[in-house]
């Protein structure tokens, strides 16, 4: 072999080395770089600059909750509202000055019509709420349903209306006492859930009617006495569902979209949109759409297309965490659980860009006669109770009142983990710092579901018969080989990333993570307070300080917390008050020998 044939050889040895090398390494930091990305350590570290710009704390994370529940087996109390001294305690800790749901039930008003004194009484009950909430700045949405026996198709309160002109004068004399005469802050929200049978009997066309005669008869209200007076709904179970049943994929079908439409036709107003929302999920919001958009951007798109205000208000105006079953652990003796879950909820909702939510509901619902039990409340009901307080909080009331001690301004706060969040804000003389630790039990599921509408065709409909057959569960369990299943490529990494969601939350739900706070450019002597959400209470447990010490800090100020599964801290820092010398008051007799003393030669 000729020396040149023996140095290109070597050549040809080295490069094919250095790329296998090169190759090799490429692969080890591919592997790296996506490990990094996926994993979730241990130890979290969260910084927070006290100098950095903050905005004014969104509305989003007000304590706004739908005021149903048991309330007493009464017919002058509303049928559906949580018991008078709930309300009360609520009023007192919580306050009214958010935005507050409450059901406006015609038929039960309307069936006390021949004792007019016991009628007034009902009245009166709906009419001190509101008078309360708007005494306190706050908003009512009352939600109007119930058609009254003799105006409906059927004899039934869910019944749409069949005498739309007698159904228009009468929910117009009800508006123009409480918005016009009595001048209550009053947002209409038509119907409740009306894509179900169990809340509403008729078809799409039905409800858009009794959209119709209720916006309209507003909108005369308008004219009549120049006094804003918004309206809006569906109120529906799903923001994509209409009354014949539809799924995200086709949301264009949704009743939203035709409510919008219908609206933009015979120009009624239309000022905010409403819907449902119940699931373990607290980043259903950010769910993608076959238009590549989430739903808060495609309703947006929709109301801009038909000429309305794109920023008028999207709310959630019913959620809570549910599993589809009325009586869950997770919302009684495990509420610790749902509270970790509101806060993530409540973040990712922001995230979205909703602008309202309201929780469901302020007590639980008993009623067996009427197939009504479900422990969706803040206040849970006592069946035996040796005092006259049916009820008692749940430890999901200490999460409303971690939000009413958050500050008014809320800082950026980025951490890159799927489990764990931050929620810093600032007050006026203090820092409030929420920590949550949510893990979401069905996360493989509902990462598929998030993103059902970014697969193909072809690969949605495997994906359901795999569901179906109950083969999905085994995959996301890791019992079941994916590469043998001749998927396509989108979907089998998609299934893989649901398998790894699935691990790190079994692991983590069994495990405790360790935060390391950091605190930049704060100085002086603090009063530290950690308030604190886990499994060791979830009902009437009172709100006080799992830990309390005073600390002194120089420019930099760092705290480890150990985070429980399931749990929320919330740090409050505030400047330790100045101790006042107080003048020592000397006893005359000293004083005069102190001045014998000072004349002595």
Known sequence: MTKSKIQMTNTKTKVL????????????????????????????????????????????????IDLSGQGPATEAWPKNLAEEKILELWEKEIGLGGIYRLQYNLWEINELAKDKALQEKLLSNYEKIIQKITASGGVVILNLFGTPAGLGKLRDKRSAPLNLKAFKELVKSHIRNLSCLKRYNIWYEVWNAVDLDAFFLGRKQDYLNLYRIVAEAIKELRQETKIYIPVGGPSVSWWFQNCDGNTIITAQKSLIYELIRFCFRYRLPLDFISWHSYTTDPQIEKEMTIYKKTAVKLIRDWLSYFHFD????????????DRGINLIPERDEKSHLCASYIFSRLNKMYEAGLDYQLYFSLQDFQNPKEGIIRNVGVFSILEKAASEEKYQPKVIYNAFKMLTNLGNNL??????????????TQ????????????????????YLS?????????????????????????????????????????????LVYAQKLNELAIKFSKSSRSLKLKIKNISGDYLYQRYKIDYTCNLNCEFKPAEEKEIAVSEFYEEKIILEPYSVNMIILKPKPKEIEVPVSIPSEEIKEQNLNNTTP
């Open 17 to 64: 080395s250095f790329g296998i090398c090169a190759l090799t390494l490429f692969c080890y930091l591919c592997f790296v770089i996506c490990h990094l990305t996926f994993a979730q350590e241990e130890e979290i570290e969260f910084t927070l600059d006290v100098k950095s710009p903050t905005v004014t704390l969104p509305k989003i994370f007000q304590p706004n």
């Open 310 to 321: 794109q920023n008028i208000p999207l709310i959630v105006d019913e959620w809570n965490y």
């Open 411 to 424: 800082f950026s706060a980025k951490i890159n983990d799927e489990f764990v969040g931050v929620l810093p």
């Open 427 to 446: 007050g006026k003389d203090y820092i409030a710092i929420v920590i949550y630790n949510y893990i979401d039990p069905e996360i493989a599921k509902n």
């Open 450 to 494: 998030r993103n059902i509408s970014s697969f193909s065709s072809s690969s949605r409909k495997t994906l359901i018969r795999l569901a179906k057959t109950g083969w999905l569960d085994k995959i996301i369990q890791g019992k079941e080989d994916i590469s043998s299943l001749g998927l396509d490529k989108k979907l089998k990494s998609a």
